[in-house]
Structures are given as C-alpha cells and as structure tokens.
C-alpha cells in the first residue's frame, strides 16, 4: 500500500520561510509525479508545485519564483521537500502532498491518485 506522510506544519510571519516535506512509502514505479497542492475552505485546491521522475517541474503562477520543489530518492523511499520563502497570509492553507505513477506535467488534483493527509501552513502579517 502506497502512504503520503507529510512534515512540517508551521506557523511564520509575512516574509518568512518554510520547508514541507512529503515521505513515500509502499510498492513505488519507475515512473511517478509529485506535487503539492493547498486548499482554503470554500475554494478549490489548487496545485502549487510538481516534480517528475524525470526532473521536470513546474509551478503554479502565484508561488512561482518564491516556492521550490525538489526530490530525494534514498533507497526504497522517495521524498519531496517544499521550500516556501517570502511567505504572505495568503499562502495560508492546508497543503497535501499528492502521486501518480504517470509522468505528468500537470497541476490538477484530478491527475493525482494518492494524497497525504494534509499539513496546516499559516502566515501571519
């Protein structure tokens, strides 16, 4: 069974940074995409950033420049890291890690077939 665990819930102010980290466990292919997503309530969620196995990433508009994914692949074990500067309220959300053993280049939760269960990310002003 594949598992998403996700670390690092924090709490900053506008301008600060933070590093998410996501932990795959489980039967893993050749193949997958990582990617985080956050959602406030009474929006959609959105996509922030993806990672493929093959070293593609992309960002969504409103972190671009101010989030970086990246991936390690211990033995066994693959991780994505989040690194969130220059951070502002409205970076304010839940964010989930998600998977998919596709290569996509995609930032819709509809792409992604396993999901972490989410860590709280608040920035004050």
């Known amino acids: 069974k594949v598992q998403l665990v996700e670390t690092g819930v924090g709490s900053v102010q506008t301008g600060g940074s933070l590093t998410l980290s996501c932990a795959v466990s489980?039967?893993?292919?050749?193949?997958?995409?990582m990617a985080w997503f956050r959602h406030v309530p009474r929006k959609e969620r959105e996509g922030v950033a993806m990672i493929d196995s093959d070293g593609k990433i992309m960002y969504g508009d409103s972190v671009q420049g101010r989030f970086t994914i990246s991936l390690a692949r211990p033995i066994d074990v693959i991780t994505t890291h989040l690194r969130m500067n220059a951070l502002r309220p409205d970076d304010t959300a839940q964010y989930y890690c998600?998977?998919?053993?596709?290569?996509?280049?995609?930032?819709?939760?509809?792409?992604?077939?396993?999901w972490g269960q989410g860590t709280q990310v608040t920035v004050s002003s």
């Open positions: 489980g039967y893993i292919y050749t193949n997958y995409t």
């Open positions: 998600a998977l998919d053993f596709s290569l996509w280049e995609s930032l819709k939760a509809e792409d992604y077939t396993h």
